[in-house]
């Protein structure tokens, strides 16, 4: 079960991240606007994205976003399971600040999924299916656009710059810099092959969307792999 795991939650999950982020759009908040943006297709590679399909598409990116992060989240825990007092107190202390970090980092981009995605993917498909409907006026339409785009760069929920999306982005840097260097102190990998993990990190603390969220799990496979074959290697 446990190499189940390890090869779902370091593998199959940020290869299933790479391809959906690789049609997540960003930098959109300023121009055209996030409602503007959202509520329709845009089939050309604009906004770092090889594609964005629609508002449907942004609801079922974040469906699959959500558990597939939360599969990495277990897997950064299964790279540093075991690490205890035998290994020193350094490493001990630093894999359970690891775990921590860890748990903030899930907890925060669920919570950041869950009202920026899940949440405002829905919104708004609700609000043009009551514009078809004519329940909604052009006068009410114009309040309802005024309030999401308010919602999304509100400083504690928004989905730029809030306190949810910073903490979810830092948390994920902490938890690939602790992760690597619990391993570092335990001696169960070398400076080399963490610097994948580092770059995992820092990419995805700077944005989730493409093109570094792609570039993050990338790099997070390439890591993963690396402390496979040299833990295989070692046993050999």
């Keep these: 079960m446990r190499q189940v795991l390890w090869w779902l939650c370091l593998f199959v999950a940020p290869a299933v991240l790479i391809t959906v982020e690789l049609f997540h759009p960003s930098g959109f908040t300023n121009s055209p606007g996030m409602y503007q943006f ?22 079922v990116l974040h469906m699959i976003q959500t558990p597939m992060v939360a599969l990495v989240a277990v897997g950064l825990w299964l790279m540093i399971d075991g690490i205890g007092a035998r290994e020193g107190t350094a490493a001990m202390v630093t894999a359970w600040l690891a775990r921590a970090a860890i748990l903030v980092f899930a907890v925060y981009f669920t919570v950041l999924d869950g009202i920026g995605g899940i949440g405002l993917g829905r919104t708004i498909l609700v609000v043009q299916d009551l514009v078809a409907r004519g329940k909604l006026s052009p006068a009410q339409l114009e309040g309802v656009v005024l309030l999401l785009n308010t919602t999304w760069v509100d400083p504690l929920v928004g989905g730029v710059g809030s306190l949810v999306s910073e903490t979810a982005s830092w948390a994920a840097f902490a938890s690939a810099f602790l992760v690597a260097s619990a391993l570092l102190l335990s001696g169960r990998a070398g400076w080399l ?17 493409s093109p570094h969220g792609p570039i993050a799990f990338a790099l997070l496979i390439v890591a993963s792999a690396w402390l496979w074959w040299a833990r295989r290697r070692a046993r050999a």
Excluded at 38 to 59: I, R
Excluded at 194 to 201: A, C, D, E, K, S
């Design 38 to 59: 959202l509520s329709q297709a845009d089939p050309h590679a604009n906004h770092s994205a090889l594609a964005y399909f629609g508002p449907h598409w942004w609801f």
């Design 193 to 209: 092959n963490m610097v994948p993990l580092l770059g995992f990190g820092w990419e995805l603390q700077t944005a989730h969307a």
